[in-house]
């Protein structure tokens, strides 16, 4: 079973930075999940799945990872570019498209 070590991201429906220096680590199924005949739900016999590790350091994680004999890989996210914008944007006399509500 392998673990992801990743940065996880903002959601979009967050305007915050908090918990964003964070690393992850995750495990990753090596068995397919079981579909419940009955209700329809995905299943899986590995609770390890389950679990989202945080570390303060990429270090951290892989030394984690290393002393527990995890097998992983690390992934990278790109770095997002923010544009600012203030709000008097929005009623710019040579905006290109008409601002509604």
């Given at each position: 079973?392998?673990?992801?070590?990743?940065?996880?991201?903002?959601?979009?429906?967050?305007?915050?930075?908090?918990?964003?220096?964070?690393?992850?680590?995750?495990?990753?199924?090596?068995?397919?999940?079981?579909?419940?005949p009955l209700?329809?739900?995905?299943?899986?016999?590995?609770?390890?799945?389950?679990?989202?590790?945080?570390?303060?350091?990429?270090?951290?994680?892989?030394?984690?990872?290393?002393?527990?004999?995890?097998?992983?890989?690390?992934?990278?996210?790109?770095?997002?570019?923010?544009?600012?914008?203030?709000?008097?944007?929005?009623f710019d006399?040579?905006?290109?498209?008409?601002?509604?509500?």
């Amino acid at each position: 079973m392998f673990a992801k070590i990743y940065k996880p991201e903002a959601s979009a429906m967050t305007s915050g930075r908090a918990n964003l220096d964070m690393w992850c680590l995750e495990y990753q199924s090596a068995q397919p999940s079981i579909i419940d005949p009955l209700t329809g739900n995905a299943r899986n016999v590995d609770t390890r799945e389950q679990l989202e590790l945080r570390f303060d350091s990429l270090e951290d994680a892989v030394a984690y990872a290393k002393a527990n004999g995890i097998p992983h890989r690390i992934v990278d996210r790109p770095k997002s570019k923010r544009i600012p914008r203030s709000y008097s944007e929005n009623f710019d006399y040579d905006r290109k498209l008409p601002w509604t509500h």
